[in-house]
């Protein structure tokens, strides 16, 4: 064994082997990196669409809806004012707030806007018409003490009605069939529901809470038949349907949350002559709008949305004996001040005052 191995040491063997694992460590060192490189090239990734660019995508469940782009109808201001509580009178004239300053905008059906209540410290967030013709203005205050007055058609003879001492931040109103009139309270936050909706009686005195525990009461609406209230929760993204019992009273499992949102978050509502509900939804440039049994059909998008500008869509007004939506929005911090939209819903308005 001894002179074989010496042999094999002569002839070279150990150096033959060591030129044969030289070799194959030469091979491995060249496949190796093909094999990382490979590897890379077909790893999963992310890759950026149309949808993923945008800050506003449509979430998926909501894509399949009809869908129309709003036309742009009048630009109020190039400044970003935060329009909110659009209504129409019973001349048709579109009125609306601007709420960090207070006033009270009428525009009418010839595009001619005036101011009817001046710049205040109270601030404005809603606007209801009573039948009589007065305007009643809800108000959140400075986030602690808010407010509903009335004026006169003409912005004159201010009345309060519910004061700051009542302790209200009164985001939303309307009127029901008596004359009395349900509002929303924006106490709370996504993680405190101090808020709630509260019934006014028709003598205009008598406060009575209807739901209480909402995280940000914002939008409310009354269904054609005044029996069903439809209210947006800003603070948990969430769309109610309460069926009423009387005037304040909720019926026995009358009350259900008919949809969440995805997203920056409802606001206004309003319903149609057939009962579909539509919600602004402030900070993403459009409305989705629901059946009469709370099912999303349809949904109005606003120019430019894509490009961060109408996002805060925050109220809409149908134009009463048409079908002819007006929709407030504002662009915040990018270019595009304060606009008015409009487009075509499912159905007409409301008869006006129908509720009173």
Request: hydrophobic fraction near 35%; include cysteine; charge should be negative.
């Amino acid at each position: 064994m001894m002179k074989w191995m010496a042999a094999q040491r002569k002839q070279g063997e150990p150096g033959h082997l060591g030129s044969m694992l030289g070799t194959t460590c030469l091979a491995f060192l060249i496949w190796w990196p093909s094999i990382t490189y490979s590897q890379e090239k077909t790893m999963p990734g992310l890759q950026h669409d149309a949808l993923s660019r945008s800050s506003v995508p449509i979430p998926p469940s909501e894509r399949g809806l009809q869908t129309v782009e709003a036309e742009p109808y009048f630009r109020v201001s190039d400044q970003p004012l935060v329009l909110e509580g659009a209504v129409f009178d019973r001349r048709e004239n579109l009125l609306f707030v601007d709420a960090a300053s207070g006033r009270v905008f009428r525009l009418s059906p010839r595009k001619q806007l005036e101011v009817i209540v001046p710049k205040n410290t109270l601030g404005a967030s809603g606007l209801g018409i009573h039948k009589d013709g007065r305007i009643f203005i809800t108000s959140v205050g400075d986030t602690r003490q808010g407010s509903i007055r009335a004026v006169d058609p003409d912005g004159s003879n201010m009345q309060t009605i519910i004061g700051e001492d009542r302790g209200f931040l009164a985001n939303d109103i309307v009127f029901d069939s008596s004359g009395g009139f349900y509002f929303t309270d924006s106490h709370g936050s996504s993680t405190d529901g101090g808020g709630g909706v509260f019934y006014a009686d028709p003598d205009l005195e008598t406060v009575l809470p209807v739901m209480q525990g909402l995280a940000v009461g914002n939008g409310i609406a009354l269904s054609p038949s005044g029996g069903e209230l439809w209210v947006t929760e800003h603070g948990k993204n969430t769309l109610h349907r309460v069926r009423l019992l009387g005037r304040t009273g909720v019926a026995p499992f009358g009350s259900t949350v008919a949809y969440y949102f995805t997203g920056p978050a409802p606001d206004g509502a309003r319903v149609d002559s057939e009962g579909n509900v539509y919600v602004a939804i402030s900070g993403q440039g459009r409305v989705l709008v629901f059946n009469r049994n709370g099912l999303p059909i349809g949904q109005v998008v606003l120019p430019e949305r894509e490009g961060g500008r109408n996002l805060k869509s925050t109220s809409l007004a149908i134009r009463p004996g048409s079908d002819e939506l007006l929709i407030v929005a504002n662009s915040g911090n990018e270019p595009g001040g304060a606009m008015i939209f409009r487009s075509q819903g499912f159905a007409t308005a409301l008869p006006l005052y129908s509720h009173q």
